[in-house]
C-alpha cells in the first residue's frame, strides 16, 4: 500500500485532529498529494492539497480551519484539523499523483490521482 493514512478518532465540536499520510511507500517526490474525505451517502470530495513545490489550496468548508503540510525527511504529510464540525465527520483519505498539482485540471478532484490509502476515520459529535 503506498499510502497509509492515520490520526482519526471521534473528537467533540469544536476539537482538533492531525491526520498523517505515510508516504515512504510512494514513489520518492511526491508531486501532488490531496486529502478528501466522503461521508455515508455522499460523493467523495476534495478537501485540501500540497504540491512538492509548496503550493496548497483548499475547499471553502475548511479554509481557516484546516492546515495541509508536509515533512519531507519522514515522507509524511498532515492535515492539521483545528475546529472541527460534525459535519466534518467522514472517512478521510490521502492520495496523491506523479504530476504537477497545477497541470491538474481540478486538484480538489479525485479524479486526477492514482494512488490512494485505505482511510482513517473521523467523527465529530456535537
Known amino acids: 500500500v503506498p499510502l497509509v493514512e492515520s490520526g482519526g478518532g471521534s473528537v467533540q465540536s469544536g476539537g482538533s485532529l492531525r491526520l498523517s499520510c505515510d508516504a515512504s511507500?510512494?514513489?520518492?517526490?511526491?508531486?501532488?498529494v490531496g486529502w478528501f474525505r466522503q461521508a455515508p451517502g455522499k460523493e467523495r470530495e476534495g478537501v485540501a492539497r500540497?504540491?512538492?513545490?509548496?503550493?496548497?489550496r483548499y475547499a471553502d468548508p475548511v479554509k481557516g480551519r484546516f492546515t495541509i503540510s508536509k515533512d519531507n525527511t519522514k515522507n509524511t504529510v498532515y492535515l492539521q484539523m483545528n475546529s472541527l464540525k460534525p459535519e466534518d465527520s467522514a472517512m478521510y483519505y490521502c492520495a496523491a499523483v506523479d504530476v504537477d498539482c497545477e497541470r491538474l485540471r481540478d486538484s480538489l478532484s479525485n479524479v486526477g490521482y492514482k494512488y490512494w490509502g485505505q482511510g482513517t476515520q473521523v467523527t465529530v459529535s456535537s
Open positions: 500540497l504540491s512538492r513545490t509548496g503550493t496548497f
Open positions: 511507500g510512494y514513489i520518492p517526490g511526491t508531486d501532488c
